[in-house]
Each structure stands twice: as C-alpha cells, then as structure tokens.
C-alpha cells in the first residue's frame, strides 16, 4: 500500500500532531503535564532529538509551555477573544465603560504601564493625521496584562492642539477612556479604521510580551475619525497571537 501523505510527515511532526489532537479533546486540559521526552522515546520508538522537536512544535506554536526542572504543560491561559465590532461601538466607551469590557469578561485586566508625553509626529503619523511640519502628537505607550501575562502593547497619537489640557494628557483619562474624552472636547468619534498585519517580533517585543519563541505578533492599526472624516487618533497596537482569538460580527 502507498504511504500516505500524513505517513511521509517527520515523526516528531506526527507526534506532535498526535499530542495537539489530544489536547483539543481535552484528555490533557490546561496546566496538564504533557509526556515528557523519555515516555515519548519509548511510546514512538524514536530518539531523544525527535521527542525535542516534537514538544517544541506545541511550544513554539504557543499551546504548551516549559517549566524549568518539571517539564512541558498545556497552556492554561485562555486566550482572549478580541471583538473587534462591538468593543468600539459609542454605546461601549459613550456610556463610561472600557472598550476592554467587551473582551475581558470577569477577568482581571491591568495597565501596568503607562507613558503620556508630547513629541514631534512620526511622518507617517503626521501624515495620517494631517498635521503641519512644526505641530506636535500626544503620545500614550501602555501595556496590558491580562491575569498576569502581558497581552498588548499600545501607542496612541492625538495631535497635541485637540487634547492640550484635557484628561487625554494624564495617565488615567477616566471613565469611557480616550474616546470619551474627544467627545467632550467635540471631537466624538464616528468612524474607525483597522487595518491588520502580523509578523515575527522584534526582541524587545517579545521581551515585554514575554512571549515563547517562535510566537508571531498580530500588528493593529486603528484610526478614529471625527465629524467631517477628521483623523483624530491613530493607535498602533502590538498583539501576543497566541493570546489572542480575533473576533468580527456584523450583519450582512
């Protein structure tokens, strides 16, 4: 009989794809010890090297995790499923909420970074935001960590003549967050743009995101528009994708 195509796999690919299956049927749930090296050598008949790769694949791919001295376990963070219609919606950040509340549910989100200065425009942002050579940008960076593993990584930039002196300008912007804000300075927002990417990230990147290796990040720029199609801030954000479902639901 021909060899199938899964028969001509590498054998640590076909194991791995062996252990992710029983992941997904749940016989090894989150925070479960996988086999370790010696029980697959023994279980598959093949060589310590083989066995590596194939735990590095799960690894890599952001399902298993290595803990020093007691072996490889399921991920037991549950990613987070990203709405990226609702979340946005003026009825979420208009009445006061987060547009985080959308995604996070009951979980535990923190902002355990966070820097507000005023710099000279990127060209690409001054571009997009229209400004002139010698007009300046509000910078917000901040990084979100949900349950304890950092997920995001965010740049906002506000052209300084819209936010000078509001709430924009401080760490805590308060309720409704940013996009409140720029409707109490008559500058609500009406309309948004996201454009999406993704690649492998920079090592500062998966340093501050503290990210497995072998992790792509999912790279989001949003535009927020006021009345008149005015940009008004533009958000580039820096996503762990294995932490990350992206949802979109919207009527046809």
Not at 218 to 229: H, K, Y
Request: net charge negative; aromatic share 6%.
């Amino acid at each position: 009989m021909a060899n199938t195509d899964d028969d001509r796999r590498p054998k640590y690919q076909r194991i791995a794809d062996s252990l992710r299956e029983a992941i997904q049927s749940g016989e090894y749930g989150p925070g479960d010890r996988l086999p370790g090296e010696n029980e697959l050598m023994a279980a598959h008949g093949v060589a310590r090297m083989t066995a590596r790769q194939a735990l590095s694949v799960l690894r890599d791919e952001g399902v298993a995790e290595a803990r020093k001295g007691a072996g490889v376990f399921v991920r037991a963070f549950r990613p987070l499923r990203r709405r990226g219609i609702q979340r946005l919606s003026q009825q979420q950040w208009g009445s006061g909420r987060s547009i985080w509340s959308a995604d996070i549910e009951n979980r535990a989100l923190e902002v355990d970074q966070v820097a507000v200065s005023e710099e000279a425009a990127p060209d690409h942002i001054g571009a997009v935001l229209d400004l002139a050579d010698d007009e300046t940008v509000c910078v917000r960076r901040r990084r979100f960590v949900l349950e304890g593993k950092p997920v995001l990584l965010a740049t906002s930039y506000l052209p300084t003549s819209v936010v000078a002196g509001s709430a924009i300008t401080q760490e805590d912007t308060g309720p409704g967050g940013t996009y409140a804000r720029l409707a109490e300075l008559g500058y609500k927002p009406v309309h948004f743009r996201e454009e999406i990417r993704s690649r492998m990230p920079s090592k500062d990147e998966a340093a501050q995101l503290s990210m497995s290796s072998g992790t792509p990040v999912i790279l989001i720029c949003r535009t927020a528009f006021a009345d008149g199609g005015r940009p008004v801030e533009i958000n580039e954000m820096t996503l762990d994708a294995s932490s990350y479902i992206l949802e979109y639901d919207f009527d046809a």
